[in-house]
């Protein structure tokens, strides 16, 4: 029996029970793609965090990100509570990623949080098939045209609107997009809900890569590059935005919740 190192983090919230959830399960070298999946459906979580020490020198670690479906190209949630993780156990300031699709990330300290650094995404108001029937709703819709990961806007009017949702998950299902329900806040600058069920998550709680996008979306809109964000997810977690050139840096805190060993038959 194999003993990997584990942990379960909430990020994007300063207690338990809120934010999203993540497991992060540094490794010495990589296992089979199949075996990582197999831990990541286990674990249950919207992500599973790997990371190996990256011997390359171009980062400090490789990070991979997995759904209890799939393998994903970018996850903000889980790579702040990998950067927690890493810099809760040596003490440093800030930890460097390589990733296989969104190139170097990086998390620091921030107050009594982190920041994060994400490539940011491009969108233009483009019609998507199926998708604001699968919402239940009608409202302008905003389409990935140049980014790491395929993702839709859908921009409503009020944060009233955008609680009242509740859309088909079998329909969405069907569309691989992540769809990104947004709205001007009531105590925030900017609210949102996340909607992944063709990768595996239904309704996402607290969505970094999310953020990556509207970041530009919502700075143009609000004449400024740095705002607030919640995500109305029944957890709820609040970000910091700020928009720098062609990366975003999200803001928040992250909570260990269980550490531990995670038992692998050899």
């Known amino acids: 029996m194999t003993k990997l190192p584990y942990w379960h983090v909430d990020a994007f919230a300063d207690g338990p029970f809120a934010g999203n959830q993540a497991a992060v399960m540094p490794l010495d070298a990589w296992l089979p793609d199949a075996t990582l999946q197999a831990i990541a459906e286990e674990n249950n979580f919207a ?5 190996v020490r990256d011997e390359t020198g171009a980062a400090d670690w490789e990070l991979r990100w997995f759904t209890p479906t ?12 990998s950067g927690h993780v890493l810099l809760t156990s040596d003490g440093g300031e800030q930890v ?23 490539p940011t995404s491009r969108v233009e108001e483009l019609a998507v098939p199926g998708l604001l029937e699968a919402l239940g709703i009608d409202a302008p819709v905003y389409d990935t045209v140049e980014g790491t990961e395929e993702t839709s806007i859908v921009l409503l009017e009020s944060e009233a609107q955008l609680r009242a949702m509740s859309p088909d998950m079998r329909a969405l299902e069907k569309i691989d ?10 105590t925030t600058d900017v609210v949102s809900r996340v909607f992944v069920p063709a ?9 970094g890569s999310a953020h990556a996008v509207l970041a530009p979306f919502w700075a143009e809109r609000l004449g400024r590059c740095s705002f607030t964000a919640h995500q109305a997810s029944q957890r709820g977690g609040d970000l910091t935005c700020r928009l720098e050139g062609d990366r975003v840096w ?3 805190p992250c909570v260990t919740v269980v550490e531990g060993r995670f038992h692998l038959p050899d």
């Open 70 to 81: 799939s393998e994903v190209k970018l996850c903000g949630h889980a790579t702040l509570a």
């Open 250 to 252: 999200l803001g928040g």
């Open 47 to 51: 992500e599973t965090a790997f990371v």
């Open 96 to 118: 460097s990623f390589r990733t296989r699709h969104a190139g170097i990330l990086h998390v620091r300290r921030q107050g009594a949080g982190y920041e994060l650094s994400l």
């Open 177 to 186: 997009r992540m769809a990104i329900c947004t709205a001007p806040g009531d």
């Open 199 to 207: 990768w595996g998550v239904p309704e996402d709680s607290v969505t």
